[in-house]
């Protein structure tokens, strides 16, 4: 509803004025009628005004006055000038200032002024719509500007020997800025859950979140299950990044960790970028938290690395227990980097397995251990992992040998695969080992299981989209999605597009038909060579 005033020294037609319009009718309210223009300046001031229907001529201060000082202060407001038969030279200069309309006073008819009331309704409205594009393409022109500066600040960071131009960064960078580590924590639980597309759609999250926090900083997605965050300014660093970690934890409904620095100037990012990723490591002895950047805390190595302390000892036995405990003792406090802890969990496994074990089950084991987000945890795999690779033997991981319990778990995934299922269900139903399974399963199909499964479930719904009318969170939960916001988002990655956008432009020959009807499950479409993950 559009908001009126009025204002003129004569009671009588501003009685007038408001007796001759259904305003409720023109989805209008007068909110307020005054004898003078300061009266009515001062009642602008204190709320929204669309409409001022003014008199000229008044006491204090006249109608071309607050004409124009309405139109300084509040642009978007529409004027009406109230003149009589000698006011054309003001009216001119009202017209010149940028009022809409004006009425004679001696000659008002209820008609022409609805009349003038309409068009300046339609004014608005068109000042409305024309807001809403400029506030489009002004967004658009910020993601375009926020997507160069993304794309020029990774190659920076690549190569920061190479020239950066002036205008592919913001300018605050020239100055004093902070920059931040942020880390998820329990990925590897979110892998095995949810495939691994479902990180990258976290970081997006958190991206968005970042932005709509600070819109004018930068982030950048690592490749170390975060992101690299450039904020303007260094005061109050501490307070504003401990909140900017607790609102990306409430928005991930994860574990975050976060390691900062301060910079000055474009030249100061890619050593913030090594320093807040070496502060943010201290999570993995320390636990998740906030961690500023305290200078280089390496230090020299104990007597023996781990290899070395435990070498010709068995998993299990006490002394191999008290050397494994000996070391996190000795690494408790840091002074080493992560990886290289990891990258000696690995040669215990090498040293004792590369002979006797089949090469894909050790790198898998490899991969286990580099995904430790702690000491601890680093510790306690290398323990399941010795354990593992000393109950698997000499046992072939061939695909050809392995057929058979790849068959049946294959069909057995197909015949569930619109319901829950974990990778421990379909083991048991081969009966062999979770890990054994797993190793197996991805030598033989290139995929991790829940991937297969996901990619079951989103070629499900790519058919869905093609041959029926069910609408999106239908498709979702008919191709074993609960979530469909989680859903949505999994199949854009993949598909390119939004499940809407896929129907539109999928033509109806181009899958298989799919039986929806209740009670019958769906066969599942194979993903076809070279559709699937992009």
């Known amino acids: 509803m559009l908001n009126v005033m009025i204002v003129d020294d004569e009671p009588v037609t501003r009685f007038g004025i408001k007796a001759s319009v259904d305003w409720a009718q023109e989805d209008m309210q007068v909110v307020g009628d005054y004898a003078n223009g300061a009266a009515a300046l001062e009642r602008l001031a204190a709320g929204p005004v669309d409409i001022l229907i003014t008199d000229i001529k008044m006491p204090v201060m006249d109608g071309l006055a607050l004409t124009r000082h309405a139109l300084q202060q509040y642009p978007r407001i529409k004027v009406v000038l109230v ?53 489009e393409a002004g967004h658009e022109e910020r993601m375009r500007l926020r997507k160069r500066y993304e794309q020029e600040l990774k190659r920076y960071l690549v190569k920061p020997e190479a020239a950066i131009a002036e205008h592919a960064y913001p300018s605050w960078l020239k ?20 495939g691994y597309l479902y990180k990258s759609i976290l970081l997006d999250q958190l991206s968005e979140a970042f932005y709509a926090r600070v819109p004018e900083g930068i982030a950048l997605t690592t490749a170390e299950n975060g992101l690299f965050l450039l904020l303007p300014g260094e005061a109050d660093a501490p307070l504003s990044l401990a909140r900017l970690r607790e609102e990306l934890a409430g928005e991930a409904e994860l574990g975050v960790t976060l390691g900062w620095v301060t910079g000055d100037g474009l030249s100061a990012v890619p050593a913030c970028f090594r320093e807040s990723m070496t502060a943010c490591e201290r999570g993995f002895f320390e636990g998740e938290g906030l961690y500023v950047y305290a200078g280089d805390r390496s230090r020299a190595h104990g007597e023996q690395r781990l290899p070395d302390r435990v070498k010709g000892l068995t998993a299990g036995d006490e002394a191999f227990e008290r050397q494994l405990a000996l070391w996190q003792a000795e690494w408790a406090n840091g002074g080493i980097s992560p990886s290289e802890l990891k990258e000696n969990a690995c040669r215990v496994l090498s040293m004792r397995f590369k002979m006797t074990v ?19 945890e680093l510790a306690q795999l290398l323990k399941e992992q010795m354990s593992e690779l000393s109950g698997l033997g000499s046992r072939t991981l061939d695909a050809a040998a392995a057929s058979h319990p790849i068959d049946i778990a294959l069909a057995y995934i197909r015949a569930n695969y619109l319901d829950a299922m974990t990778l421990q269900q379909v083991a048991d139903a081969v009966h062999v080992s979770k890990n054994y399974f797993s190793i197996l399963f991805k030598k033989t199909t290139g995929q991790n299981f829940i991937d297969y499964v996901i990619d079951l479930r989103i070629n499900q719904a790519k058919a869905l989209l093609t041959h029926t009318d069910l609408r999106v969170y239908e498709v979702a939960e008919r191709s074993g999605f609960n979530d469909v916001k989680y859903f949505s988002k999994l199949f854009k990655k993949i598909a390119g597009c939004a499940p809407v956008d896929y129907r539109e432009g999928r033509k109806l020959n181009q899958a298989e038909p799919v039986d929806d009807r209740e009670g019958r499950k769906p066969t599942p479409v194979e993903p076809a060579q070279g559709e699937g993950r992009e």
Request: net charge negative; aromatic share 8%.
């Open 175 to 194: 100055g004093p800025f902070q920059a931040a580590c942020v880390k998820l924590n329990r990925v590897r639980d979110l892998n095995e859950t949810y």
């Open 358 to 376: 089949d090469p894909y089950a050790l790198v898998e084991s490899f991969e286990r251990l580099f995904q430790a987000e702690s000491l601890a």
């Open 83 to 135: 003149s009589s038969h000698n006011d054309f030279a003001f009216v001119r200069e009202g017209l010149k200032l940028g009022v809409v309309d004006y009425i004679l006073k001696h000659s008002l008819e209820p008609e022409e002024l609805i009349s003038i009331l309409r068009k300046c309704k339609e004014l608005i409205r068109e000042d409305e719509r024309l807001g809403v594009r400029l506030r």
